[in-house]
Nanobody
Framework: QVQLVESGGGLVQDGGSLRLSCTAS????????MGWYRQAPGKERELVAV???????NYADSVKGRFTIARDNTKHTVSLQMNSLKPEDTAVYYC?????????????????WGQGTQVTVSS
């Protein structure tokens, strides 16, 4: 069983900063992509940022230049530094691990989600 545990959400004022962290634990051989998604009330879940084990990074256009994703492949951790936060960044942020291989189960790739952490930006 693999679990993703997030931390770092909270309440911040417009223009402020927050840092989210996520650690994947359990029986893990490798994780191809780790990243962050968010879901605001009444909206669909959307990609915020993702980083592959090769170092490829993809950001949502709305966060480019403000958010920075970092990842430690050996420790199975991913973080998201969020600067210049705006009220429209308010959402529940979810950590995601995709194309996960579990030792002994080489024929299947798994995807896992964290429980979500609330980020609220006040104007």
């Amino acid at each position: 069983q693999v679990q993703l545990v997030e931390s770092g959400g909270g309440l911040v004022q417009d223009g402020g900063s927050l840092r989210l962290s996520c650690t994947a634990s359990g029986s893990i051989y490798s994780i191809y992509a780790m990243g962050w998604y968010r879901q605001a009330p009444g909206k669909e879940r959307e990609l915020v940022a993702v980083k592959t084990s090769r170092g490829d990074v993809n950001y949502a256009d709305s966060v480019k230049g403000r958010f920075t994703i970092a990842r430690d492949n050996t420790k199975h951790t991913v973080s998201l530094q969020m600067n210049s936060l705006k009220p429209e960044d308010t959402a529940v942020y979810y950590c995601n691990a995709d194309r996960v291989y579990i030792p002994g189960i080489w024929s299947k790739e798994y995807e896992f989600w964290g429980q979500g952490t609330q980020v609220t930006v006040s104007s």
